[in-house]
């Protein structure tokens, strides 16, 4: 079994990376990890589950592809393939919605100010 990456290295192993893919996920909950790659400014592909449009506005700050269909998810990673000038303005928009829709202050910072009247 391979071990896993320390966290302090995660940073920077995605900072080398151009499209940051989940192939796969519930439909109930976005994993933390499609933050993480956003905040990261990579180009971020997921699948089309309501919990992710929650997140990702498609081919503004991310591409949605239909769940299950490694089709369309091909056809998605390859479409960036082809136009490397989107990878930049993807990774760049979804870093800028991390920031704005998903900081500490704006959910759970904002939540507790709330509950003790901060």
């Known amino acids: 079994m391979k071990e896993a990456v320390p966290k302090e290295e ?15 996920s519930t439909d109930i909950i ?18 089309d ?3 992710n ?12 592809f239909e769940p299950k269909n490694e089709i369309d998810l091909a056809d998605k990673i390859e479409s960036l393939i082809l ?16 920031l704005r829709k998903f900081s500490w202050e704006s959910t759970w910072g904002r939540a ?3 509950i003790i009247g901060g």
């Open 112 to 114: 507790l100010d709330e």
């Open 30 to 47: 976005s994993p933390i990890k499609v933050l993480e790659y956003m905040a990261s400014e990579t180009a971020v592909i997921v699948p």
């Open 53 to 64: 449009r929650e997140i990702i506005t498609h081919d503004i700050d991310g591409l949605l």
């Open 49 to 51: 589950y309501l919990c």
């Open 83 to 98: 136009q490397p000038e989107r990878l930049k303005p993807l990774g760049k928009m979804a870093k800028k919605t991390v």
């Open 10 to 24: 995660v940073p920077k192993i995605l900072s080398a990376i151009d499209i940051s893919i989940l192939p796969g």
